[in-house]
Structure formats: structure tokens, C-alpha cells
């Protein structure tokens, strides 16, 4: 009699394990659908959510399936502008340039997300706090920072050249080239002044994007912060 019970205990606790099984899955993949629904904010892995599908995502771009070569877009495509969610900075960029952001992020940072590179290895723009690299750099020019800056990573040995620039707004900006531990600059990395702030400079980098495109984005950046509302 005990051994009948115990059975039927089992079978009772299989049942229930079963029935719980199939609600989460349900749950999950009705979750999963209902992401599907939604336009312009998809919550990607790793914190990530992306900023939307271009009107036409094949008009004006090449993307190759496997590592991307050099992301392009011809004179037709339209551009967008980007706004920071923390920062006042802004940029245009073609629309059909695929951007991320990740949430919580207090660095504002942007990323690509293009052929089968993470958006988390692929950075287009973040703020960069001097005062939490060395607080030596807040009385010094600008240009030692970014003369210093592959100090910070380990992938990196040295700096090639830093060339100084000004957008057609005004905006000062630095065009560096660093040198990794294979001797090779593969990526250009652009630093701009933040106008009335020492401790705050906007870091763009490109390894991908067609260097005719990147330059007409690194002259489209802007800071415009919120003019102050009178009492």
C-alpha cells in the first residue's frame, strides 16, 4: 500500500514538473514573439538595444555575410542624426549605418552593429572622463591626453601621429594613430574638446566605415548643451 502511494506521489510530482515546463516555455516564447512585434527597439544580448531598421536596409550599403571589409553608402542615401541620451553631443550618419546603444550606459556609448562584428567590439563613439584616467590631464592641453591615451590598453604600445583639426562648427578635434603590438595602426581613433568642460572629451573610432563617410560624420559632431531656463 505504502509502495502504491509513493507512486502515485511521483506521478503527481512528474505531472506538475511537466505542466511548469510548459508554461515557461510558453511564457518564453511568447515573449520571444512579441519582441518580434516590436519597431525600433529590440533589446539585443549583452544590454544592447537597437536603434531601428533603416527605411530601405539593402538602398545604398554593402554588407558582405561574414567579416565586413569596408561599410560604404553611395551619394543617395539618406542621413540621420543622432542625439546622446546622457550628453548633448550630436552626429549625422547615413541611415543605412546600423547603430546600437547599450542600456545604462553613462558613457553614451554608440556602437555598430555590421557583419559579424559584436556591437561590443565595434565602438563608434563613447565619453571619455579624464579625471578617471589621471587627474594630470585636466590642467594640461588636450593633446597630451590623446598623445597618452593607448597607455590605458593593454593592446596597444605606442602612439604613429595626432593631427590637429577643427569642424566647420568650430568643434576642436585631434586624429590619432596608434600602434598595436603586430606594428600596425588599424584603426583611426578622433578625440574632441568638450567647449566649457576640462574633464570630458567625445572619442570616435573607425575601422569599418569608408574613410570619405567617417570624415563628413566627424564633421557633423556637435555639443549643444540645454540653454538654461530663465527663473
Known amino acids: 500500500m505504502k509502495k502504491e502511494q509513493e507512486q502515485t506521489d511521483f506521478t503527481k510530482l512528474?505531472?506538475?514538473i511537466i505542466a511548469g515546463v510548459l508554461i515557461i516555455g510558453a511564457a518564453v516564447y511568447g515573449a520571444y514573439r512579441y519582441s518580434q512585434k516590436q519597431a525600433g527597439n529590440v533589446t539585443l544580448p549583452g544590454g544592447v538595444t537597437y536603434l531601428g531598421p533603416s527605411p530601405n536596409p539593402t538602398a545604398g550599403t554593402q554588407q558582405p555575410p561574414t567579416a565586413p571589409l569596408r561599410f560604404t553608402a553611395d551619394a543617395s542615401t539618406p542621413w540621420k542624426d543622432f542625439t546622446g541620451k546622457y550628453y548633448p553631443f550630436s552626429f549625422s550618419?547615413?541611415?543605412?549605418?546600423?547603430?546600437?546603444?547599450?542600456i545604462g550606459?553613462?558613457?553614451?556609448?554608440?556602437?555598430?552593429?555590421?557583419g559579424n562584428i559584436p556591437p561590443q567590439q565595434n565602438?563608434?563613439?563613447?565619453?571619455?572622463?579624464?579625471?578617471?584616467?589621471?587627474?594630470?590631464?585636466?590642467?594640461?592641453?588636450?593633446s597630451e591626453y590623446v598623445k597618452?591615451?593607448?597607455?590605458?590598453?593593454?593592446?596597444?604600445?605606442?602612439?604613429?601621429k595626432v593631427e590637429p583639426f577643427t569642424t566647420t562648427s568650430g568643434l576642436k578635434g585631434y586624429?590619432?594613430?596608434?600602434?598595436?603590438?603586430?606594428?600596425?595602426?588599424?584603426?583611426?581613433?578622433?578625440?574632441?574638446?568638450?567647449?566649457?568642460?576640462?574633464?570630458?572629451?567625445?572619442?570616435?573610432a573607425n575601422g569599418i566605415i569608408d574613410p570619405t563617410i567617417f570624415n563628413r560624420m566627424l564633421d557633423s559632431v556637435k555639443w549643444t548643451p540645454p540653454t538654461p531656463t530663465k527663473k
Not at 550618419?93 to 547599450?102: D, E, G, I, K
Not at 603590438?181 to 572619442?203: K, Q, R, S, W
Open 14 to 16: 512528474a505531472i506538475v
Open 175 to 204: 586624429k590619432a594613430s596608434y600602434i598595436n603590438y603586430a606594428n600596425a595602426t588599424p584603426n583611426t581613433d578622433v578625440f574632441f574638446e568638450v567647449p566649457g568642460n576640462n574633464t570630458l572629451m567625445i572619442h570616435m
Open 93 to 102: 550618419y547615413p541611415s543605412t549605418l546600423p547603430l546600437v546603444v547599450f
Open 105 to 114: 550606459d553613462t558613457n553614451d556609448s554608440v556602437a555598430i552593429s555590421w
Open 148 to 160: 597618452d591615451w593607448y597607455k590605458f590598453f593593454s593592446g596597444l604600445k605606442g602612439v604613429a
Open 123 to 142: 565602438i563608434l563613439l563613447n565619453l571619455e572622463f579624464l579625471d578617471r584616467r589621471d587627474l594630470k590631464y585636466l590642467n594640461q592641453p588636450k
